[in-house]
């Protein structure tokens, strides 16, 4: 620029001193100047007139205005439109666990100290050796007690012997309302789909604000799942264990959809639990029809895979029924849902499974399930022992809490301890094992410890009154 003139957006060049008008330059005649011997007032340029650095500057300015009224735009759906605010929620903590995940981590739960795995990896007999128990505390009564209501399904009156029927060879239910799942939110999905069946319309985030206040819970029960239901009024369900395929086709052959809590590997190493929603059935192509609020809805399952997967909750199953329709669903069900009936045949089941294979962790884990229902806690802890010998995936016992309830039961306090330790370790936000610590921690003596992890079970989770309750003591 020559001394003593101004150029910039302007057409013409100035000086500062005579306010005379420069001549432009031969090689710009395209531009319109008006001549005149007076002073002509500056002509604006055209955008596409400026200099290529204004041009750019002032494109990085219009696009930052435009980010900001975006991302503003953006904030405000995602903060006052709950669809898109679960969807955010969700791909953010998806993010996380996938980062998580590729993090260094045990691929199974630890195994136990060496006096406590003497278990046989055969079975001689239909029963595993008892162990010497020692007596009873009034810790281990409570225990017992608690485990007994968590699986134990109240039966109002002696249930009759059910009369055989001939199942259709197909039955489909038809999909209620799907609801694809937040995150950890399989089972609130899976029971909004079922409710859904009989009119009523909670979602799984209504639903999860009750059972599980803090996102990142890991687990939701059946117990749970029964709890909620009957909470609604009107309704009622029937939960049961160790069965086969053949109550499930006859629950659905009479038109109960039934929620069932399966294994679930979604790729190697990733192994967790899962509700699904079963609506059908068809003999001709061996297969379930799943309501499955991960992959979509009617999803086919074969049914040996289903089995595979199913066998690692021992079987359990939850219906949920109308008041009016319970006193029928128990009749259909007959003996299989007596609490002793139902875990005296899961039992046996179980140790045939594991006679046929004494390598079958999930065998010997669900025997120790149905021996700590029928008040066998030392057996239980044994076939628990043999179970953790042949490596557990580690997510396991963020769903099952039986090894926690026998090994308090029979005494081994710091087993117990340790075990939640290795769980917490992988994960923070599990309350269970939070409440197995404190009840092992009060028993050796360290009341102060007891309390801590009782006051965060119920920081992660205010509706789990039987830390309240414990808290209170």
Same mark, same amino acid.
């Given at each position: 620029?020559?001394? #003593?003139?101004?150029?910039?957006?302007?057409?013409?060049?100035?000086?500062?001193?005579?306010?005379?008008?420069?001549?432009?330059?031969?090689?710009?005649?395209?531009r319109?100047?008006?001549?005149?011997?007076?002073? !002509?007032?500056?002509?604006?340029?055209?955008?596409?007139?400026?200099?290529?650095?204004?041009?750019?500057?002032?494109?990085l300015?219009?696009?930052?205005?435009?980010? @900001?009224?975006?991302?503003?735009?953006?904030?405000?759906?995602?903060?006052?439109?709950?669809?898109?605010?679960?969807?955010?929620?969700?791909?953010?903590?998806?993010?996380?666990?996938?980062?998580?995940?590729?993090? %260094?981590?045990?691929?199974?739960?630890?195994?136990?100290?060496?006096?406590?795995?003497?278990?046989?990896?055969?079975?001689?007999?239909?029963?595993?050796?008892?162990?010497?128990?020692?007596?009873?505390?009034?810790?281990a009564?409570?225990?017992?007690?608690?485990?007994?209501? =968590?699986?134990? %399904?109240?039966?109002?009156?002696?249930?009759?012997?059910?009369? =055989?029927?001939?199942?259709?060879?197909?039955v489909?239910?038809?999909?209620?309302?799907?609801?694809?799942?937040?995150?950890?939110?399989?089972? %609130?999905?899976?029971?909004?789909?079922?409710?859904?069946? +009989?009119?009523? /319309?909670?979602?799984? $985030?209504? *639903?999860?604000?009750?059972?599980?206040? /803090?996102?990142?819970?890991?687990?939701?029960?059946?117990?749970?799942?029964?709890?909620?239901?009957?909470?609604? #009024? #009107?309704?009622?369900?029937?939960?049961?264990?160790?069965?086969?395929?053949?109550?499930?086709?006859?629950?659905l052959?009479?038109?109960?959809?039934? *929620?069932?809590?399966?294994?679930?590997?979604?790729?190697?190493? +990733?192994?967790?639990?899962?509700? &699904?929603?079963?609506?059908?059935? +068809?003999?001709?192509?061996?297969?379930?029809?799943?309501?499955?609020?991960?992959h979509?809805p !009617?999803?086919?399952?074969?049914?040996?895979?289903?089995?595979?997967?199913?066998? @690692?909750?021992? &079987?359990? $199953? @939850?219906?949920?029924?109308?008041?009016?329709?319970?006193?029928?669903?128990?009749?259909?069900?007959?003996?299989? *849902? !007596?609490?002793?009936?139902?875990?005296?045949?899961?039992?046996?089941?179980?140790?045939?499974?594991?006679?046929?294979?004494?390598?079958?962790?999930? =065998?010997?884990?669900?025997?120790?399930?149905?021996?700590?229902?029928?008040?066998?806690p030392?057996?239980?802890?044994?076939?628990? +022992?043999?179970?953790?010998?042949?490596?557990?995936?580690?997510?396991?016992?963020?769903?099952?809490?039986?090894?926690?309830?026998?090994?308090?039961?029979?005494?081994?306090?710091?087993?117990t301890?340790?075990l939640?330790?290795?769980?917490?370790?992988?994960?923070?936000?599990?309350?269970?094992?939070?409440?197995?610590r404190?009840?092992?921690r009060?028993?050796?003596?360290?009341?102060?410890?007891a309390?801590? /992890?009782?006051?965060i =079970?119920?920081?992660?989770?205010?509706? /789990?009154?039987?830390?309240?309750?414990?808290?209170?003591?």
């Amino acid at each position: 620029m020559p001394n #003593g003139t101004i150029s910039g957006l302007f057409g013409s060049e100035w000086t500062r001193h005579t306010g005379t008008r420069c001549m432009p330059d031969e090689r710009k005649e395209t531009r319109t100047v008006m001549s005149s011997t007076k002073h !002509d007032p500056p002509r604006l340029l055209g955008v596409n007139e400026w200099p290529s650095h204004q041009r750019s500057w002032v494109s990085l300015q219009v696009l930052a205005v435009l980010s @900001v009224i975006g991302f503003i735009l953006v904030l405000n759906i995602v903060l006052f439109v709950p669809a898109a605010r679960n969807e955010a929620e969700y791909v953010w903590l998806r993010a996380q666990s996938a980062i998580k995940r590729r993090l %260094p981590h045990p691929q199974y739960l630890p195994t136990p100290a060496a006096t406590h795995s003497a278990q046989p990896t055969s079975v001689p007999s239909t029963v595993v050796p008892r162990l010497p128990t020692p007596g009873p505390t009034v810790l281990a009564q409570r225990v017992a007690r608690q485990s007994a209501a =968590a699986l134990l %399904p109240a039966t109002a009156t002696p249930m009759p012997t059910p009369t =055989a029927t001939t199942l259709p060879d197909a039955v489909q239910l038809g999909s209620s309302r799907h609801e694809a799942q937040g995150w950890n939110n399989c089972g %609130p999905a899976t029971l909004a789909m079922a409710l859904h069946y +009989d009119g009523i /319309d909670d979602d799984q $985030y209504t *639903i999860a604000a009750v059972l599980k206040p /803090d996102k990142n819970d890991k687990n939701v029960s059946p117990r749970e799942l029964a709890q909620y239901a009957k909470s609604l #009024g #009107g309704m009622e369900t029937v939960m049961g264990y160790g069965t086969d395929i053949e109550v499930l086709k006859l629950l659905l052959s009479n038109g109960y959809p039934v *929620i069932v809590e399966t294994w679930f590997i979604p790729e190697p190493g +990733d192994e967790m639990g899962h509700y &699904r929603l079963l609506s059908g059935y +068809d003999d001709g192509a061996e297969q379930f029809t799943a309501q499955d609020a991960y992959h979509g809805p !009617d999803q086919a399952m074969d049914y040996r895979q289903f089995d595979r997967m199913w066998k @690692v909750f021992n &079987r359990v $199953y @939850v219906v949920v029924t109308e008041v009016g329709r319970v006193n029928e669903l128990r009749a259909l069900l007959g003996q299989r *849902i !007596d609490p002793w009936q139902m875990h005296t045949a899961a039992l046996d089941a179980a140790l045939s499974d594991v006679a046929a294979d004494p390598e079958d962790r999930y =065998a010997w884990f669900n025997a120790g399930t149905n021996y700590l229902a029928l008040g066998r806690p030392a057996e239980a802890a044994a076939a628990y +022992d043999q179970a953790r010998t042949l490596s557990l995936p580690w997510r396991v016992l963020w769903y099952q809490f039986g090894p926690f309830e026998a090994y308090l039961q029979v005494g081994r306090y710091q087993d117990t301890i340790e075990l939640a330790n290795a769980n917490l370790k992988n994960a923070r936000t599990l309350e269970e094992s939070y409440y197995y610590r404190a009840l092992a921690r009060r028993a050796l003596g360290d009341e102060a410890g007891a309390r801590a /992890d009782l006051e965060i =079970a119920l920081r992660y989770n205010p509706n /789990d009154t039987r830390a309240a309750e414990a808290l209170d003591e």
